[in-house]
């Protein structure tokens, strides 16, 4: 970066930039001297987010807590400084302003008092009250909204002029929220504070107490739900087990599978023994048919038929199936007593029967008793078992129905025991949200209220006006950098490399004057600096022509008015006085200006006539008198004139010996100088090349460069050395080197 560059632009425009500096200043001077004076209060709040201890930098992953501090006040400082919380404050306000119980901070101009005065006010404080009361920061009907808008903005009390005064902050990293207010009375700045430290708190207070209330009453509602379901799964399964007479499944399960085992085992015993008995009674029925079978048939019936008998074995029967059900010893007592009794009663009539029909010598007593005995004995065993297989049927069937129920009874207590955990989730968490409910801790606090300020708070006046200074300078000189840089003219040297990639000669100021004698000016010192400058450039573009190894020159441009006839003329006689002979050719046919400044020659020169008309050129070309009485006059500098046309140099010099002719000059003068016409426009420079050492383009710092320009530059750039470089032309003194 060309830091010498930049500040010559900004010398440049000092001016500009002195007068950027001192309109700004002045006009933030007058303006802040206009502001009212503005009081500031202050509050803190203590949140309690760090707790007594705070943040411990030794904690494992102490930057997520760190994060999460960070959060937590950035989610308080939005809160604060929401559209809610704010509306509620304005609320407030407009109550203290409107109700006439205290003296308001404002009062309106009758202009602004006029434009609410059809407001009914009373009805907008009577729903600001309701608002306030309930915490409720949202928008009301469209009517009333607007009525509230357009009061609030009368007393400046709106949401956005709330904001454009209120800072809301976390003061360092400590556990405090700051918050500040201006305005133009020191006691309405100490009472928004205040009022919206305690809204703020309020707020936060009754959002969280809400949210306890909710969670308690969402589980309340969660136990109570439970608790229903739960009672109702127990009074089915209650109402089910009374209807099918169920007491206890298990026990009462337990007890038949024990007594259906007895009763099979019994069964199995009772059927054991009638086999064998049926074939005693065989044998015994053989041996009293042998004797009197009928008579023995009849004692049998006959005892068997006996009423008390047929009592106690009915008693025995029904203890029996009695035993069976309730296994009771006493029962079982009971059983053996009425069998000894049945026994007994047995031995009594057989032995009653046998001295009753039995003469001496018959069947013997014991054979009839033991008979009897017997087939009371097998009708006993047959009835046992009849009793104890209807017994098990019954119970079987029992036991079918309680598979059954014991079914319905399993999947009924699943369901209560999932209801029972349920239950008891819902009645712990309902117990955890009433503990948290009785024990809330609501750790914001008010630390320091604020207090009226005072003394107003600087304006900062000085520090204004002087940043104002120096952003309207800094802006100038942005402007004008900018300006430079999309500046794509050739007013400069840096300008000139920037944009052309060519190698400077040499640089020539503009001159003012229009008339210039070329001996005075060279001649002596002058009191004028532009002369001066613009004779030490000229002896410079001479130094670099005499240490070139040419003799002949091609001075071009990439347009028109470029200055190429003028720096020709003034290097010519610059040469001259160092003794050189210098020949001017006008090769511009198109323009040929540098014909016209010079009168014709009425003493041509003998050696120059002839030898244009050897060449066969005296029809294109005419001699000129250098010193005769045109604008310049030039001693030792023959001038070579054309008479124009609008061919091109290849199309006069066909046929002709032009270049014969130049190396014929060349052994006359030191130095011979053509002029070419714009390489934007016309291709005669681009011909003349091939006849010239060197060429020198001409640019005026007047130009900008375009795009015929820079193909033109490519062009002299692609010369093989031939190009010698380039001369700046017309610059202002200002932005010489």
């Known amino acids: 970066m060309d830091f010498g560059y930049i500040f010559k632009i900004l010398l440049r425009g000092k001016w500009l930039i002195l007068t950027a500096i001192i309109v700004p200043a002045i006009a933030a001077f007058l303006y802040v001297n206009t502001l009212e004076k503005t009081y500031k209060s202050e509050a803190l709040i203590s949140t309690g987010i760090l707790g007594t201890s705070g943040l411990n930098p030794e904690m494992e992953r102490q930057y997520i807590q760190n994060d999460l501090i960070k959060m937590n006040f950035s989610t308080f400082v939005t809160k604060m400084q929401s559209e809610s919380t704010l509306r509620l404050l304005s609320f407030k306000l407009l109550l203290h302003e409107l109700t006439g119980t205290e003296e308001p901070f404002r009062k309106l101009e009758n202009e602004v008092a006029s434009e609410i005065q059809n407001i009914n006010i009373q009805r907008l404080l009577k729903l600001i009250e309701q608002k306030i009361e309930n915490y409720d920061g949202s928008m009301m009907e469209i009517g009333i909204e607007k009525d509230y808008r357009d009061v609030s903005e009368a007393f400046k009390y709106d949401i956005e002029s709330i904001k ?44 969280q107490e809400k949210e306890y ?20 799964l127990k009074f089915t399964l209650s109402a089910y087990k009374e209807k099918h007479n169920i007491l206890d499944l298990d026990k009462e399960a337990t007890e038949l599978i024990t007594q259906i085992a007895i009763i099979e085992q019994e069964t199995n015993l009772t059927v054991k023994d009638i086999p064998s008995l049926e074939e005693q009674m065989g044998v015994i029925k053989s041996h009293i048919e042998e004797s009197d079978g009928d008579k023995m048939r009849d004692r049998v019936n006959k005892i068997a038929g006996n009423d008390d008998l047929v009592y106690v074995k009915e008693q025995i029967r029904l203890r029996n199936e009695e035993y069976i059900i309730t296994k009771d010893p006493a029962i079982k007592s009971e059983i053996a007593m009425l069998e000894a009794q049945r026994n007994e009663m047995l031995t009594k009539y057989s032995k009653t029967e046998s001295s009753e029909s039995f003469a001496s010598g018959d069947i013997s007593e014991d054979l009839a008793k033991e008979r009897l005995i017997n087939e009371l004995s097998l009708i006993d065993k047959k ?38 955990e349920a239950y008891e989730g819902a009645k712990s968490k309902q117990t955890t949200t009433k503990t948290q409910l009785d024990k809330a801790y609501f750790p914001l606090k008010i630390n320091q209220e604020a207090h009226a300020a005072n003394k107003a708070e600087s304006n900062h006046k000085m520090l204004i006006t002087a940043f104002s200074g120096v952003v309207g300078g800094a802006f100038a000189s942005m402007l004008l950098l900018m300006l430079a840089f999309l500046d794509t003219s050739l007013n400069n040297s840096h300008q000139f490399e920037k944009f052309t990639d060519l190698n400077l000669l040499g640089t020539l100021n503009e001159l003012k004057e229009k008339n210039i004698d070329l001996k005075e000016l060279f001649g002596a010192e002058l009191n004028n600096k532009g002369l001066e400058v613009f004779k030490e450039s000229i002896r410079g573009l001479r130094y670099e022509v005499e240490k070139s190894s040419g003799t002949s020159f091609l001075f071009t441009s990439t347009k028109e008015q470029e200055g190429k006839t003028f720096v020709i003329i003034m290097l010519a006689h610059a040469l001259t006085l160092k003794g050189r002979k210098v020949l001017i050719i006008d090769t511009n046919f198109k323009n040929n200006s540098l014909t016209r400044i010079f009168d014709e020659d009425s003493n041509q020169n003998k050696l120059t006539t002839r030898l244009i008309g050897e060449a066969n050129l005296d029809s294109e070309f005419e001699a000129k008198n250098a010193s005769g009485t045109g604008q310049f006059k030039l001693d030792n500098v023959d001038i070579l004139g054309n008479r124009g046309g609008m061919s091109s140099p290849s199309e006069i010099f066909a046929g002709k010996e032009f270049r014969k002719l130049l190396a014929d000059f060349e052994n006359n003068y030191d130095y011979i100088f053509l002029e070419g016409p714009s390489l934007n426009k016309y291709a005669d420079s681009k011909e003349l090349t091939e006849y010239v050492d060197k060429v020198i383009t001409v640019f005026s710092a007047e130009s900008n460069i375009s795009d015929s320009d820079r193909k033109s530059i490519k062009y002299l750039q692609n010369l093989n050395g031939k190009l010698m470089g380039a001369v700046l032309n017309k610059l202002e003194l200002i932005n010489l080197n």
Do not use: M
């Open 383 to 420: 009835r046992s078992a009849d009793v104890l297989n209807r017994i098990l049927t019954k119970y079987n069937a029992r036991a079918s129905s309680l598979v059954k129920h014991i079914t319905f009874i399993s999947r009924f207590t699943d369901e209560i025991s999932l209801a029972q």
């Open 213 to 232: 209330v909710e969670n308690f009453e969402f589980a309340q509602e969660q136990a109570v739900s439970s608790r229903a379901k739960l009672d109702s």
């Open 164 to 207: 454009d005064n209120l800072t809301v902050y976390r003061s360092g990293d400590t556990d405090f929220l700051g918050l500040s207010f201006q305005s133009e009375n020191p006691f309405l700045s100490a009472y928004t504070v205040n009022q919206l430290c305690k809204t703020f708190l309020d707020v936060n207070r009754y959002d």
